[in-house]
């Protein structure tokens, strides 16, 4: 028997946005992993750092917070996984950043978000334009990221999707339909990925037609 994807059946039409998606995204993880910056010298440069720091806060604690409720049930963690998908489905339509949702997560006195927030008007999509003269495909087609509902993987090095189970009966029915599975795992050791790798693949420099990085330990898949 062959290879049979996991791809969910309904997603066969989007194959072209996801494809671009898994090539994005995997520009976007080697962009936080290293200190390049795509607009270095210019006057964005503090927002691009901020905006980086951001993210890497976003999806340690979105994924964090969602396998802490997976596991053990605490509603107080999947209301803070709940409210940190919304803020990356945000990010990925390329929304500006929204510091009084994301500053009023707390637990107790602490606050779950740590990295700054305030004068952050850069985008994802600002920095992959800058990058590929391309936009963001989930802001290129808004449509598409309405049906998909996000978790962040930090075991694995490969995203994907999986269809969510419709509603209860009386209840509403939901207008997500997909699970995307955001893989950001921790960098690799510096011998499985370089710097010198993972800068070109973020900074569009690798030749070839693949929409795959160059390396395994780069991660894909995201929408």
């Known amino acids: 028997m062959g290879l049979v994807t996991k791809l969910p059946p309904g997603l066969n039409e989007h194959l072209p946005k996801i494809t671009k998606g898994v090539t994005q995204w995997s520009r976007l993880v080697a962009w936080s992993w290293t200190d390049y910056l795509a607009?270095?010298?210019?006057?964005?440069?503090?927002?691009?750092?901020?905006?980086?720091?951001?993210?890497?806060?976003?999806?340690?604690q979105q994924a964090q917070h969602a396998e802490a409720f997976i596991?053990?049930?605490?509603?107080?963690?999947?209301?803070?996984?709940?409210?940190?998908?919304?803020?990356?489905?945000?990010?990925?339509?390329?929304?500006?950043v929204s510091p009084e949702k994301i500053n009023n997560l707390k637990?107790?006195?602490?606050?779950?978000?740590?990295?700054?927030?305030?004068?952050?008007?850069?985008t994802l999509s600002d920095v992959i334009e800058k990058i590929t003269r391309e936009k963001l495909v989930t802001k290129?087609?808004?449509?598409?990221?309405?049906?998909?509902s996000h978790q962040v993987l930090?075991?694995?090095?490969?995203?994907?999707?999986?269809e969510i189970p419709p509603n209860p009966p009386g209840e509403a029915p939901s207008e997500k339909?997909?699970?995307?599975?955001?893989?950001?795992?921790?960098?690799?050791?510096?011998?499985?990925?370089?710097?010198?790798?993972l800068i070109a693949w973020a900074s569009?420099?690798?030749?070839?037609?693949?929409?795959?990085?160059?390396?395994p330990y780069i991660p894909t898949a995201v929408s």
């Open 39 to 60: 607009f270095a010298g210019e006057p964005k440069e503090a927002e691009e750092r901020k905006l980086k720091t951001l993210l890497i806060d976003i999806l340690q």
């Open 71 to 96: 596991a053990y049930g605490k509603e107080e963690s999947k209301l803070i996984a709940d409210e940190l998908s919304i803020q990356i489905d945000n990010l990925m339509r390329g929304v500006p």
């Open 107 to 122: 637990i107790g006195d602490s606050m779950v978000i740590n990295a700054a927030t305030e004068g952050i008007t850069l």
């Open 140 to 148: 290129e087609f808004p449509e598409f990221i309405k049906l998909v």
């Open 154 to 162: 930090t075991n694995t090095f490969v995203g994907g999707f999986a």
């Open 177 to 197: 339909r997909y699970f995307s599975y955001i893989a950001y795992p921790p960098r690799p050791e510096f011998d499985l990925v370089t710097d010198k790798q």
């Open 204 to 215: 569009n420099k690798v030749p070839g037609e693949s929409y795959l990085p160059p390396s």
